[in-house]
């Protein structure tokens, strides 16, 4: 049987959030790499005597290097494996999923992509926050937060400012300050609506709302950290009012 590459996203953190596609190809796969934000839950349909390899990625610490993934990816598929390369939330929003489409590619090796729930849009949906709304929100872009100190970026931070209603940024704990600054900096209000929201989607969620002028404090007395969704914009207002999934964890707390 020939080898193939399936490039498949795990979502934003709870294992019910995977798609049906993404939860056959871990049932069939042969070999599974998966990243360190995939819910372990998700590992347990995988198909006895898999092998599973592990290529989880800390800030500032990589366990495995990109290029080896990719390399091992190819090698596998070529000895005729059904590889699954399992990362969280969707594998082309800032998963390095293109890369290693690109790399099986150039090693004809055949592969597939499968599409997964991308944290900008679960997190902010558990946190009862839509990225659009009919009178709030016709506009939304997904960032990262990486990008906050690239001098080659800085012109995108006027357009983000000025053109966009809501604002989601990945990994952009660490640099939340040099993002606020930027935004306030080419145009946005500092009374605009900020929210962080903590392990979206998983039981331990916790969500912090403020202003891009008052966040900064709010987050360091709540001791929020990575991993932590950033949106900005009106649509955080309603978090309010729709803020569902912490409210209902509170009711099972009290009452499970």
Not at 74 to 79: E, G, L, Q, R
Request: net charge neutral; proline share 4%.
């Amino acid at each position: 049987m020939a080898g193939k590459v399936y490039l498949v996203g795990a979502g934003p953190g709870d294992p019910d959030l995977i798609t049906v596609k993404g939860l056959r190809c871990i049932q069939q796969a042969d070999v599974i790499l998966y990243d360190r934000l995939v819910n372990p839950e998700l590992l347990k349909h995988a198909r006895e005597g898999v092998q599973l390899v592990y290529c989880g990625k800390l800030p500032h610490y990589h366990t495995m290097k990109q290029e080896t993934i990719s390399r091992f990816l190819v090698k596998y598929a070529k000895k005729g494996y059904q590889v699954v390369r399992l990362k969280g939330g969707d594998p082309f929003v800032f998963g390095r999923g293109g890369e290693e489409a690109e790399e099986c590619f150039r090693h004809d090796v055949p592969f597939e992509i499968v599409p997964g729930i991308t944290a900008g849009i679960a997190a902010s949906a558990y946190a009862g926050i839509p990225v659009t709304h009919r009178t709030l929100s016709k506009s939304f872009a997904f960032i990262t937060g990486h990008q906050a100190g690239d001098e080659a970026a800085e012109h995108q931070w006027s357009h983000l400012a000025n053109a966009v209603d809501t604002i989601c940024v990945y990994m952009g704990v660490t640099h939340l300050s040099t993002v606020v600054n930027k935004l306030i900096q080419y145009g946005k209000a500092p009374q605009t609506p900020i929210a962080l929201i903590h392990w979206g989607t998983l039981r331990g969620q916790r969500t912090v709302v403020g202003t891009l002028e008052t966040i900064e404090v709010l987050v360091r007395e709540a001791k929020i950290t990575n991993p932590s969704m950033i949106v900005i914009g009106e649509v955080v207002t309603l978090n309010e009012k729709l803020n569902w999934f912490e409210e209902e964890n509170k009711a099972l707390q009290i009452y499970g």
